[in-house]
């Protein structure tokens, strides 16, 4: 790459990071991750496993709560993101929830941009009935999760 590409790249780059850490959507530059994949992959194992178990139970609402958590922790991951919403598609056409399908089909449109422009609402449990852009209480034993 060229140096005058490169310095206009790094500006960019600035100029974006500034304005979406004062919105609380990046951490702040030189930040490190606050979290290893391993421990990442393991979260969400854990609760993909507890969201099993309450489907097998019959607890769709227990089996929901889970999902939530595991959207909180996969949001920063693209695939992971994706793959969180689109386990609450699932469910949602499961329960023959029309409202939900169609939030599910939406958001999984929306995590694309959203994680590639790192405009992410921090938070956000992922569901159709909360606004796909607000920000939200993180739990505390899932914050060192989130950026």
């Not at 993909?48 to 489907?55: C, F, G, M, V």
């Not at 993101?81 to 939406?106: C, I, N």
């Not at 569901?127 to 034993?141: G, I, K, L, S, T």
Request: with cysteine; net charge positive.
């Amino acid at each position: 790459m060229s140096p005058r590409l490169e310095a206009c790249k790094d500006t960019w780059h600035e100029q974006f990071r500034r304005s979406h850490s004062a919105i609380g959507t990046l951490p702040n530059k030189g930040e490190p991750m606050s979290v290893s994949v391993t421990d990442r992959k393991a979260a969400l194992a854990e609760e993909y496993n507890a969201h099993r178990q309450a489907l097998l139970q019959g607890d769709a609402a227990r089996a929901w709560q889970h999902l939530e958590r595991a959207h909180i922790i996969a949001q920063p991951v693209l695939r992971e993101h994706l793959r969180s919403h689109w386990l609450m598609l699932r469910l949602a056409l499961r329960e023959r929830d029309g409202a939900e399908v169609a939030g599910q089909a939406m958001r999984l449109v929306l995590a694309v941009p959203g994680n590639l422009s790192g405009r992410l609402p921090i938070g956000n449990i992922g569901r159709a009935r909360v606004n796909a852009f607000r920000q939200m209480p993180v739990p505390p034993d899932l914050r060192k999760f989130v950026p």
